[in-house]
């Protein structure tokens, strides 16, 4: 039996391990792929630590990891229009494909999704194997980079363009990996006053470098009262919530004009208690609850804002480690000072 | 000085009064009305009992009352396209007209918003002054009692138009008149299948009367499981929150389907505790707040459901008293027990 | 090898035959169905009578027939959650899946779709086979002949509801079978007016029947006016055109209001010359082009209209002919002044 | 009686004449504008030239110009909120403001609409009166020569920004001032790639400079060949339709994909034949009637835009001609090679 090196929760208890373990096999409807790279998302942050929700959901042994980019090895035989050696990612939200939410335009909704590296084995690994539906061709002229991150940067996109940004301010709330994609791609999409909050100076400024007109740290600065002096009194448009902080959240409804529009990506870990009769119902809101990304409608546009270099993530991509340093890429994306963390899982930039 | 009779707030207290009061005077851009019949709103009952709300928005003397019909009088010297003696009611929110969201089809949150019966006085009374561009002429064909509860309807219309029921399966939570109002809307509007949560037996009965296809009473059955069975385990497309309760707020999120949508009328008095993550986050869910009509939008489909009898609201106005027994109406509309209570000012019904 | 009897057309000249030829054989991917009633469309009179169209599109021999109910009577070995017996009917329209467009939710636009009936071996037959994707499955509480009639009355579902009916007014011009079905959805979604224009007088009565207010005869009456004077000279908010018919098209345009909305189903012969200036830019309209349905939303919403009875279609269902008798169903459907007609293959109906 | 200088139709035959004549008188709702700079249209072109619309539209004498840019200098009794002196232009479509079209956020095609610089004296003058509802403040960031041309820049950003551009590919056919306007505006608002049609070599260079990818010549190009290749075979997503020719307008419907949406601004004389079955119905097409601009929707997006630097027209104004040499600037108007020509009124830029 084949082998492969991959990173992996091995029991029911905090950390990982990289091991040897055999190549997974693929059925008629898949796809395998040997990785060239993939990116830490803050999920693969939370197994490693094995929060409350890590430990209700992941069956162990798992093999993490699900923003990848690679080359097709392998097809299953009943695959067809798929290329061996062609650089590939894949959505790895797997929908059920039957039911009237996966029929009608919501299969990101889908109640009996599995996904990537959670409930399957990832990409953290020399070889993962995918169903040859989510596959996505990299077409050429997107960097190899920008490829491994097509998911959180596609999360980045479903924010934004569910938002009508295009002559719009706009207040993205949390300046990690995705919150500063986001402001990028608002900034892509037309939006026309970028502000941020963030709590972090490094980050808030590549929060800067990445486009915000203005990022404010909501410790030591009044975020309402200058989103107010810079807006005529008005409020921004839209808020983009990408902490999940409880008190981002709150101020975000704040901060949000009458008739506005927020996007809630974040993930508070508890219950929020808001006050919904003055900031939501008397301001006539809409909220956008965002998980994700619209299948294919998503990664369509973004493509398209990569190949016209409307949008370049490169300044978001941070740091680069080796498999065998995964650790160290851990930390680093758990300590909420860098942008997106890479692990080279094929020795590409090494 | 002429005189008039009128219930009012009398002193920052407790209770109302039925008093003579000086006749309001118009200015070249009002019109005067003589009121036939106004509608009692759970808004009047809160500045009735001065709670906490009331307490800090109202400034007394104060006349009541912004649901109304009733005749034009007196026309102000520069209103034009109004005839002495015709039948009118009036969109109660006088917003400015001049600020970026009055410009831009946003005037139901305009921030400078005036509501009639709140910041100038109401339409408990024989006359009222409303500015001529609020006025909303009643078409023949309009029955007077339909007429006197153009706002509240409105808001009814705007719950549901706004959230494209056609062919949809909808849970109207609590049926106070204007969630009463809203279940007979849906159904009009092509709700394919209405539910509806109500804890007293006669609102209950009404809901049935009005045509939902089942009403759940939430303290004795368990409405999460009895949605799920009625709907293939999907849950409803649109829940139309018109209760202002926390449960039933809550209630609402777990019982939408993913991708669904929530609106939000019924106001809570207190901030709200919710699972953002599990509820609305993961769901994709989209949340509109919903205050007062768009104007005039609103009013206009509602106007042409009314006209072509798509909708006939008489089941839902249930009491009438005449003014110096205003007392009991408000009791009444206070028990949550009855629908709409409506003060006969005129004497139109005696 | 198995026989079935199946109505077709054996060459390349005008006319039909009914005759014995082989039962399909099914892949692994579809499913095989034995037909119960089948709808004649305007598409298999143009087949029959071999019109341009016909002539550059139909390879004979070729079963025709796209509209059906039945059951399932064979499964491909990939297929799964189908049950044997079930009754079923299908999307005729099979997309390719993969492109773009399918990927998008625009299948129903596909390029590469293949139509049942047209491109491959249809359903006037006593046996089908279709795409396991494809299947739609009959709850009960559908009759049967509605189920025959799905693809036909999507189209009309489609045209109503991506036209926000909803306190509209609303003129559908041609009562053929589907401008009939789309003159009682739109009353089921709310529309508060519905004008038809109709030459035929037994068409005419039929439209009077499906709910139309009032239903004016191009030839003799002054539609323009008409509409004018029964909309307060503003227009109607919505045209569904169902005709083809080119003096229609730009009727449709000239009585619809600024602003408005024309859908454009009925599919014109020969260009058609318009004003654009005049009825389209500076009425600021939206036209939109109505082909099939939308996958599968439209039937969705349509299975939910059809369960909870805010829609019956069984007054456009005015004739059924068993299979030996299908030249005359076909004179019927030709003719112009019926309702929908529907072969009835098994004796279902005898 | 006070004089100006003004830009005239003085009789109903061909050409203008700049003469002397009283200077406007303004009522208790209007402003009164000292012009600085005012922009020919086409519109002006067609009125010099006395063509068919203007010969049945324009009751002389008439002063001519509806893009402006000009300093109070007198206001109105009722009015409040302008400030002498301050810089401003006006929306010049007045339009009823009652109607039902007025009061669903439809103005911009209210029938009642009268037209500044054609149905009432317009900006080719150093006075020009405005209702103050039409007001529009230009804030400080500005350039005058960009607050000239709101008019048809508010035609470009309403073309573009109903067109949900964001991620998509777009084809502007016709590259005059507001088909080089809408090239750029396309771009900031997130068009992936833009293609144009036009048959000036100035104007294609002008194009390119905007911004435009790929820019076509429909008389020695192969415009359908050219957008399939570069489009996957696909088409592009959206068409901007901006010269009013037949051929142009035909050849939008052909090379835009199914599903597409097709915006149509250009005027063409006189009627079109289009072939809507194949061209738009099986395509299922949305195409969009753009007239004016949505008010002021529209406009506080542009100024967003324009305030915040992500568009800049200031390649589009190409001439500037002093008033006394206005017909130069109309004879370069309407030679078709040019950009916007800019008639400086006040000699600002002199």
């Given amino acids: 039996m084949k082998k492969m090196r991959a990173i992996l929760k091995r029991a029911a208890e905090p950390g990982l391990v990289l091991e040897e373990v055999p190549r997974p096999e693929i059925t008629a409807d898949e796809v395998l792929v040997r990785v060239r790279m993939a990116g830490i998302c ?6 490693h630590h094995w929060n409350d929700w890590a430990q209700g959901r992941i069956k162990t042994p798992r093999i993490l990891g699900h ?27 797997f929908s059920c494909g039957n039911c009237t939410l996966c029929r009608t335009g919501n299969a990101h ?14 990409a953290f690994a020399e070889y993962v194997r995918v169903p040859a539906t989510n596959l996505w061709p990299i077409p050429e002229g997107i960097p190899l980079e920008w490829a491994a991150i097509h998911d959180p940067l596609g999360n980045a996109f479903h924010v934004v363009l569910t938002a009508d940004v295009g002559g719009k301010t706009v ?35 590549m929060a800067l470098g990445e486009g915000a007109d203005r990022v404010i740290d909501p ?5 309402r009262k200058i989103i107010q002096d810079e807006t005529r009194g008005e409020g921004v448009h839209v808020v983009l919530e990408m902490s999940g ?15 506005g529009r927020v996007q809630w990506l974040g993930l508070p870990e508890n219950s929020v208690s808001l006050d919904l009769t003055r900031d939501v119902i008397f301001k006539g809101l809409t909220i956008y609850g965002v998980t994700g990304r619209l299948m294919y409608d998503t990664w369509y ?18 740091n680069r480690v080796p498999m065998e340093r995964f650790e160290e890429g851990f930390t680093t994306a758990a300590a909420g000072q860098s942008g997106k963390v890479i692990i080279d899982v094929s020795g590409s930039n090494t």
């Fill in 219 to 223: 410790r030591t600065e009044d975020v």
């Fill in 67 to 93: 923003e990848f980019v690679g080359e097709v090895v392998e097809i299953g035989k009943r695959v067809s229009g798929v290329t061996a050696g062609s650089l590939v990612t894949a959505e790895g939200h």
């Fill in 42 to 47: 803050g999920t693969d942050v939370h197994i």
């Fill in 245 to 259: 902080n409880p008190e981002a959240l709150r101020q975000g409804l704040r901060v949000v004009r009458n008739g």
């Fill in 301 to 318: 546009a973004m493509r398209n804002f990569l190949l016209g270099r409307r949008y370049d993530p490169s300044g978001v991509i941070t």
């Fill in 109 to 122: 909704v889908c109640p009996q999704t599995q996904i990537l590296g959670v409930d399957t084995d990832g």
């Fill in 171 to 205: 207040l993205v709330t949390g300046c990690g990996p995705i919150g500063l994609f986001a402001i990028g791609v608002a900034r892509a999409a037309g939006a026309s006053r970028v502000f941020a909050t963030e709590v972090d100076p490094q980050r808030s400024k």
